[in-house]
């Protein structure tokens, strides 16, 4: 799989089936941009899952819903239900281990 951009339009819409991934992350974030080429890289060895990234500064109303206060957050879900919260830098095995 690929992580592909969201925004807050289709977020509800990309979470209601399976179980998906979803990377809330701002441009001016330097863990952030740590964080990124990691979930790339669990993206691409991982089947069963769907990954997005979504941009917290575009995306008010959901960074509000889900309590997001400091990023990176990510967020897991399975039939659009809230599995795990995770705040900050998280390496691959992690990531894995929120997904599996």
Request: aromatic share 8%; glycine share 4%; proline share 4%.
């Amino acid at each position: 799989m690929e992580v592909i951009e969201i925004t807050q339009d289709e977020f509800n819409d990309k979470i209601k089936e399976g179980k998906v991934l979803v990377d809330c992350y701002a441009d001016w974030c330097g863990p952030c941009r740590m964080l990124s080429p990691i979930i790339d890289e669990v993206a691409k060895k991982t089947e069963d899952c769907k990954f997005y990234k979504l941009n917290v500064d575009d995306s008010e109303e959901v960074a509000e819903e889900y309590g997001i206060m400091s990023i990176p957050t990510i967020l897991v879900f399975e039939d659009g239900k809230l599995k795990h919260n995770e705040v900050g830098f998280k390496p691959a095995d992690e990531i894995e281990k929120l997904i599996k």
